[in-house]
């Protein structure tokens, strides 16, 4: 026998790797086009499993209460005091409530919500259905005639609707308890001028695009994930990469989208 | 028998890129009949198999059903872990619109046959391997189909639980009638329960005929298949 030849490293040039991972994204972004186009179809025509949609409800919104709690909190906490600082510094005490809550209202509320899900669900749900693939379950729902988006993406869908808006708004509302401790302690603003102050500054429109982003949220995470994992193939190890690849492509669509929203609502014209 | 076959593969040729699959691939089932796709792996076998029931596209070549009702016993049972044995039967049923009793009653029917009705509302998760292949053939049968397609059932069992397979196999192509077909390498799943096999090697049919006679073949490939010999034209093994 002959010793094995070491591999030969063929050179790969910057240009095709770029030119690669922008085909690899615009199929991904295909897939997510399909998905959406198909679930929405189903959902207009009332097609929903209720009752897994509810079991989706639970696990996506319930299971991740305490996560997006603690997370809104410190990041409430954390944000109000350096407000707090800064306000003070400048005579501006009574000002604290409002630019707490438009932070959270406007940015925070969704963005945390969004995340946390992101990580928590959208990694979960891309690895669920990327094991169906690779265990063939998805090819056993096709063979009994059951179409896997029906049956796997609209319910969790539909109850991401729902549950990320839900979750948004128990994050602003505990960024907002934060705020109100803070300002009390370290500003010694009182609660009622805290509130006083938020609703003079808040608008049914900031309620309006963070209810907006809560749910291009939803569609982002629950699309992204559904798609990575629908279309993964090989085995244990690919589990793991579509789960990464899950995560990252949620959370920078997430910031992109995020961006995109509150510039063509806020922007200065 | 009947005169005309349940199922026709005609000249069914697969590539995944430059790689050929299948090349020129062709067979009739008949009602009743049971056929073993036989063949070292990688020969196509189960990539026939999924375009036989569809969920594969071929390149050239078609395959005609006189039945669309298709019952396939995957190779890891694939079943729904998140949903009991009685759903996981329950969603072939889907398309049917029965009342939950009718459900049951059918559900309960199919269970009885593979001996698993006291396991109708537990979690696949808490099923052994060989209940989980016994749940797998309930859910291919919960609607009488008239084609049956079997990957690999016997894979990765012990030989008992293999021929409880086996039997269960020989039970109910009789009791359905249904032309089947049994993809696999076990020597006892196709010398037991087939009526023809058909041998395959790089995509191509390179054997057919029954069981007794594949064992006493002089054909090369069959006899290496057969006898598990290192030496043939399949391959030609160094250690």
């Known amino acids: 026998m002959t010793a094995s030849q070491p591999k030969e490293k063929r050179f790969v040039s910057p240009l095709q790797i770029a030119e690669d991972q922008m085909l690899i994204g615009l199929t991904l972004l295909g897939q997510v086009g399909y998905l959406f186009w198909r679930t929405t179809g189903y959902m207009l025509r009332l097609q929903i499993d209720?009752?897994?949609?509810?079991?989706?409800?639970?696990?996506?919104?319930?299971?991740?209460?305490?996560?997006?709690?603690?997370?809104?909190?410190?990041?409430?906490?954390?944000?109000?005091?350096?407000?707090?600082?800064?306000?003070?510094?400048?005579g501006a005490d009574t000002a604290i409530g409002g630019v707490v809550s438009l932070a959270l209202v406007r940015e925070i509320g969704p963005i945390t919500a969004g995340v946390i899900?992101?990580?928590?669900?959208g990694s979960s749900i891309a690895a669920e259905l990327t094991t169906m693939m690779i265990t063939e379950?998805?090819?056993?729902?096709?063979?009994?005639?059951?179409?896997?988006?029906k049956f796997l993406v609209v319910p969790r869908y539909t109850a991401a609707l729902i549950v990320i808006p839900t979750l948004s708004t128990y994050a602003m509302f505990l960024g907002l308890i934060a705020g109100i401790f803070i300002a009390k302690t370290a500003a010694n603003v009182p609660p009622e001028a805290f509130l006083d102050s938020v609703r003079q500054t808040i608008l049914d429109r900031d309620f309006a695009v963070h209810y907006l982003k809560s749910i291009?949220?939803?569609?982002?995470?629950?699309?992204?994930s559904c798609a990575i994992g629908l279309n993964t193939r090989g085995g244990a190890e690919d589990v793991g990469i579509a789960t990464t690849r899950a995560i990252v492509w949620t959370m920078i669509s997430i910031f992109i989208l995020n961006f995109v929203v509150t510039s063509l609502t806020y922007a200065p014209r | 028998m009947t005169a005309e076959p349940v199922l026709q593969v005609k000249n069914i040729h697969k590539a995944f890129g430059d790689r050929k699959i299948l090349e020129g691939v062709s067979f009739d089932v008949y009602a009743g009949e049971m056929l073993?796709?036989?063949?070292?792996?990688?020969?196509?076998?189960?990539?026939?198999?999924?375009?036989?029931?569809?969920?594969?596209?071929?390149?050239?070549?078609?395959?005609?059903?006189?039945?669309?009702?298709?019952?396939?016993?995957?190779?890891?049972?694939?079943?729904?872990?998140?949903?009991?044995?009685?759903?996981?039967?329950?969603?072939?049923?889907?398309?049917?619109?029965?009342?939950?009793?009718?459900?049951?009653?059918?559900?309960?029917?199919?269970?009885?046959?593979?001996?698993?009705?006291?396991?109708?509302?537990?979690?696949?998760?808490?099923l052994s391997g060989g209940q989980q292949k016994r749940t797998s053939?309930?859910?291919?049968?919960?609607?009488?189909?008239?084609?049956?397609?079997?990957?690999?059932?016997?894979?990765?069992?012990d030989p008992v639980m293999s021929t409880v397979i086996e039997d269960y196999m020989i039970v109910l192509s009789h009791q359905l009638s249904a032309a089947s077909i049994v993809v696999?390498?076990?020597?006892?799943?196709?010398?037991?329960t087939t009526?023809?096999?058909?041998?395959?090697?790089?995509?191509?049919?390179?054997?057919?005929?029954?069981?007794?006679?594949?064992?006493?073949?002089?054909?090369?490939?069959?006899?290496?298949?057969?006898?598990?010999?290192?030496?043939?034209?399949?391959?030609?093994?160094?250690?």
């Open chain 1, 50 to 90: 209720w009752a897994e949609s509810t079991r989706q409800g639970y696990m996506i919104g319930v299971k991740s209460l305490v996560v997006v709690g603690i997370t809104a909190l410190f990041t409430g906490l954390a944000m109000s005091l350096q407000i707090s600082r800064e306000l003070v510094t400048f």
């Open chain 1, 117 to 121: 899900v992101a990580g928590r669900v």
């Open chain 1, 137 to 149: 379950q998805i090819d056993a729902l096709k063979v009994m005639r059951v179409d896997p988006i």
């Open chain 1, 216 to 224: 291009i949220n939803a569609t982002v995470i629950i699309f992204f």
């Open chain 2, 36 to 126: 073993g796709l036989i063949g070292p792996s990688g020969c196509g076998k189960s990539t026939l198999l999924k375009i036989i029931c569809g969920l594969l596209a071929p390149d050239q070549g078609e395959v005609i059903r006189r039945s669309d009702d298709i019952g396939l016993v995957f190779q890891g049972s694939a079943l729904l872990n998140s949903l009991s044995v009685r759903n996981n039967l329950a969603l072939a049923l889907d398309g049917r619109n029965l009342t939950k009793k009718e459900e049951d009653k059918i559900i309960r029917e199919k269970l009885e046959l593979v001996e698993l009705s006291d396991f109708m509302y537990a979690s696949p998760t808490r």
């Open chain 2, 137 to 157: 053939f309930a859910r291919a049968i919960v609607n009488d189909p008239k084609i049956i397609l079997y990957d690999e059932p016997t894979t990765g069992l």
């Open chain 2, 184 to 192: 696999t390498h076990q020597f006892s799943t196709w010398t037991r």
């Open chain 2, 195 to 239: 009526n023809r096999v058909v041998l395959m090697f790089e995509g191509k049919i390179v054997w057919q005929g029954t069981p007794e006679e594949g064992v006493k073949s002089d054909n090369p490939f069959m006899q290496q298949f057969a006898t598990g010999s290192r030496e043939g034209p399949m391959l030609t093994a160094k250690i």
